[in-house]
C-alpha cells in the first residue's frame, strides 16, 4: 500500500533561515509527488510537482524539492525564509492505479521574526 | 488552472440538521473531491463526485451521511447530514483537470462547519 510520511509535525525557524521539511513515501511504481501550501483559512495551493527527470524541481515562491529515490523522499527546502511562509506544507502521492492522490500529515511552519 | 468558489464559507449548526455545501469551478473538469480536514490534521477524502452517476465513496464515508450531487463539469454539492459534533470540520472540494493522470488539483477555500 502507499503512503506519505512527514515526519515533522511542526518546525519553526527564525526568518531568512533556511528551511528544509522531510517527506518520505511507500509506493510500488513510479512516484508522482506534489508539495502543497494551505496558509490559514485557505485552501491548498500547489508549489511544486515532480513527475520524471531532473530530480531536483523548482517552484513558486523560491522553494525546490528534490527527489531521491534512494532515500525514498522528497524534501522541500527553501534558502531564505520570509514571514508569509508561515503556513501548513502537505506532501501528497499521486496513485495512478486509483486515480487520486494521497496526502501527508502536514508540517506546520511558524516564522521568528 | 481552475479557480473554485465554496458556499457557505462557514456555519454553525445545531446537532442533528443538515447542511449542503456548494462548490463552482470556473471551468469544467472531469475529477472533483470532496475532503474532510478536521482541526490540525490531514485531508481526508470523502468521495469522487462523478458526472451523471453516484459518487465514489471512501472507506467509512456512505452516501446516506454524506449524499454528494454533480449535475454537470462545473458544480456539485455535498450534504451533511444529521449532524454531531464529531462533524465539526473544513470540507474541502478539490478538481482536477485530467483524469487517470497525475495533475495538480486545485482547492476550493474550504467550508468550515461547527456543530452545537
Known amino acids: 500500500a502507499q503512503s506519505v510520511t512527514q515526519p515533522d509535525i511542526h518546525i519553526t525557524v527564525s526568518e531568512g533561515a533556511s528551511l528544509e521539511l522531510r517527506c518520505n513515501y511507500s509506493?510500488?511504481?513510479?512516484?508522482?509527488l506534489f508539495w502543497y501550501v494551505q496558509s490559514p483559512g485557505q485552501g491548498l495551493q500547489l508549489l511544486l510537482k515532480y513527475f520524471s527527470g531532473d530530480t531536483l524541481v523548482q517552484g513558486i515562491k523560491g522553494f525546490e524539492a528534490e527527489f531521491k529515490r534512494s532515500q525514498s523522499s522528497f524534501n522541500l527546502r527553501k534558502p531564505s525564509v520570509h514571514w508569509s511562509d508561515a503556513a501548513e506544507y502537505f506532501c501528497?502521492?499521486?496513485?495512478?492505479?486509483?486515480?487520486?492522490?494521497?496526502f501527508g500529515d502536514g508540517t506546520t511552519l511558524t516564522v521568528k521574526p | 488552472s481552475a479557480v473554485i468558489s465554496q458556499k457557505p464559507s462557514r456555519d454553525i449548526c445545531q446537532r442533528g440538521t443538515s447542511l449542503t455545501i456548494q462548490c463552482q469551478v470556473d471551468?469544467?473538469?472531469?475529477?472533483m473531491f470532496w475532503y474532510r480536514q478536521q482541526p490540525g490534521q490531514s485531508l481526508t477524502l470523502i468521495a469522487t463526485a462523478n458526472q451523471g452517476s453516484e459518487a465514489t465513496y471512501e472507506s467509512g464515508f456512505v452516501i446516506d451521511k454524506f449524499p454528494i450531487s454533480r449535475p454537470n463539469l462545473t458544480f456539485s454539492t455535498l450534504t451533511v447530514s444529521n449532524m454531531s459534533p464529531e462533524d465539526s470540520s473544513i470540507y474541502l472540494c478539490s478538481v482536477q483537470i485530467l483524469a487517470g493522470l497525475p495533475d495538480t488539483q486545485y482547492f476550493g477555500p474550504g467550508t468550515r462547519l461547527t456543530v452545537l
Open positions: 501528497a502521492l499521486y496513485n495512478t492505479n486509483a486515480g487520486k492522490s494521497t
Open positions: 509506493y510500488g511504481a513510479t512516484p508522482y
Open positions: 471551468s469544467q473538469v472531469t475529477m
